[in-house]
Structures are given as structure tokens and as C-alpha cells.
């Protein structure tokens, strides 16, 4: 896999504030934020050590408003046309808007040139029924046509003989942008020989994005929420060519399919959608 830094944090934040982002879209009221009890957009919100490998923890995490505003962004500056994401929540309704905002200012361009046979949807995974009850709630009648949730048991399971963890499951499309931010590593079911990722000093390792990796387009983002080892692992196996970044600032993982395009539909959309952005067009 190709290793690249230094461009792809330019072609996807290069005029991004997330202030005015969210000044201009109201992503806050969007997801019932008050800001005078939040404290400030771009400070990231601290919580107990042991919160996050607490397999009994069943209370939502406060929303992260400059996590969430980056997604936002993402989804309107690359024209996004379709999501999967990967554990369910706040961002789920973030990709909803952000999708029917890409709709009403398409003008038609993507059903009438493209194949997108998803087009401006979101399909969020999740292994937890009462996770996507919650999320389902939080989303604005307005939105839900284009939001489908798929509630899939999570397996262990092995990947080159690498212990890690698969949904069963997955909806099968082509999306654009990718995001990983679940599964837990509690909720597995099964073993490898033993082991299993159920373990606090253990970390989520899920290899889903594997498996369909050569069915994807170049253009295509994966955005990995925290989970470094996860992104390890996957960087250490995508076989195509990705350009990596490490935003370490906000502790997320941005990776782009970087390839020539695969045939005109595909360069079409690579055109339309990322333009001058394609990291992909710097280093053909």
C-alpha cells in the first residue's frame, strides 16, 4: 500500500473552520446541542479512562461536535453520493443531512451520468439492537428515507491467520466514504483458537473493509475514528493503492483509494465529486 502524507490533509480540510461550518449548517441544533453548556467546538470532551473498554457502559457518549463537523464537511466537499458506516450514533444523522444536502444542490447529475445505485443513502451497522433504537430516534423525520439501518451479529474471526472481527451481514453496495467507528471488542461472539479481542488492555481490530476492498472505487475515503491499532492492522493489509494520513490532532485515520479511475462512470464521479481533490491525480 502506497504511504503518503502531506496531501490528503490538504485536499480534505484545506478551507475547512469548523466554526463557520457549523455557524453555516447549524449541525448543533441539527443534533440538540446546546452550546453554552457544551464548552468549546474544537475541544475534545474527557472522560474516564476505563469508559471506553467498559463492556457494561450502555449510556451514549456526549456528542463530539468538531468529530461530527469534519464528517459534515466531508460528506459536502467530496459530494459524497453514498455512506456505510460502522457503529451507529450521532454521526448517523450527520451523514443524512449532509446527504440530503448533496441531493437537493445535485441537480439531478448523479441518477442521469453516474451508476450510483445507492445514491444519497446511508446504511449504518450495528450489533447492538438498543445502539441503533437510540440512534434511529435522533434522526429528523425529515431525513429517514434516506437513513437504513442493518443490525448485524458480530463474529471473531481470523484474517491471514490474524485474529479480528466480522459482521454478518453487511449491506451489499459500493459506497464513497467509508466510516469505522465500531464494533466494540466486547461483543464478539466466538474464539480463534482461544483468543478473542475481550479484554480491556485488548482493542477493537475489525476487518470487514478487507473483505470487500476490490470491490470499491477509486476515490473511495475510509475515515477511522481513534482505533490506531484497527488502522494499523488495515493499512498493514489493504493490497490496493491508499494514501494514509494520521490526523494525530483529532485522532482519526483518513485513507484514500488513490487509483486511476476503473472505466468513465468511474472517472465521471471522480470529476464531479473530488475534482482537483483527488489525491489519486497526484501521484498517477
Known amino acids: 500500500m502506497a504511504v503518503i502524507t502531506g ?5 480534505l480540510f484545506r478551507e475547512f473552520d469548523l466554526r463557520e461550518h457549523m455557524s453555516e449548517y447549524s449541525v448543533d441544533a441539527l443534533l440538540g446541542v446546546e452550546l453554552e453548556n457544551y464548552g468549546e467546538v474544537d475541544a475534545k470532551r474527557v472522560v ?15 456528542a463530539e461536535l468538531d468529530d461530527l463537523l469534519r464528517l459534515h464537511h466531508l460528506v459536502l466537499s467530496r459530494n459524497v453520493t453514498t455512506v456505510l458506516e460502522f457503529g451507529t450514533g450521532y454521526s448517523t444523522t450527520v451523514f ?5 444536502i448533496n441531493n437537493q444542490q445535485d441537480e439531478g447529475f448523479v441518477e442521469r451520468e453516474l451508476r450510483r445505485s445507492n445514491p444519497f443513502e446511508v446504511h449504518s451497522v450495528d450489533n447492538d439492537a438498543d445502539w441503533i433504537e437510540a440512534a434511529r ?54 474464539d480463534l483458537r ?35 491499532a484497527n488502522a494499523r ?32 462512470y468511474n472517472a465521471k464521479q471522480i470529476e464531479h465529486c473530488l475534482g482537483d481533490d483527488f489525491v489519486g491525480r497526484l501521484i498517477a
Not at 473493509?209 to 472505487?217: A, G, I, K
Request: glycine share 8%.
Open 137 to 190: 430516534g435522533r434522526i429528523p423525520e425529515v431525513l429517514t428515507s434516506r437513513v437504513y439501518f442493518h443490525h448485524c451479529p458480530l463474529e471473531v474471526g481470523e484474517f491471514s491467520g490474524r485474529l479480528c472481527t466480522y459482521y454478518r451481514g453487511v449491506p451489499n453496495l459500493a459506497p464513497d466514504l467509508i466510516y469505522l467507528d465500531g464494533p466494540d471488542q466486547f461483543s464478539a461472539a466466538g
Open 7 to 11: 496531501d490528503l490533509d490538504l485536499a
Open 194 to 228: 482461544g483468543l478473542t479481542t475481550a479484554h480491556p488492555d485488548r482493542m477493537p481490530m475489525a476487518a470487514d473493509v478487507l473483505v470487500f476492498e476490490h470491490f470499491l472505487t477509486p476515490g473511495t475515503l475510509l475515515v477511522v475514528d481513534g482505533r490506531t
Open 96 to 100: 443524512a443531512d449532509a446527504l440530503a
Open 233 to 264: 492492522f488495515l493499512a498493514a493489509n489493504l493490497q490496493r493503492n491508499w494514501v494514509h494520513w494520521h490526523a494525530e490532532k483529532f485522532d482519526q485515520h483518513f485513507f484514500e483509494l488513490t487509483e486511476k479511475p476503473l472505466g468513465p
Open 48 to 62: 474516564d479512562r476505563w469508559a471506553t473498554v467498559d463492556p457494561g457502559n450502555t449510556v451514549p457518549f456526549v
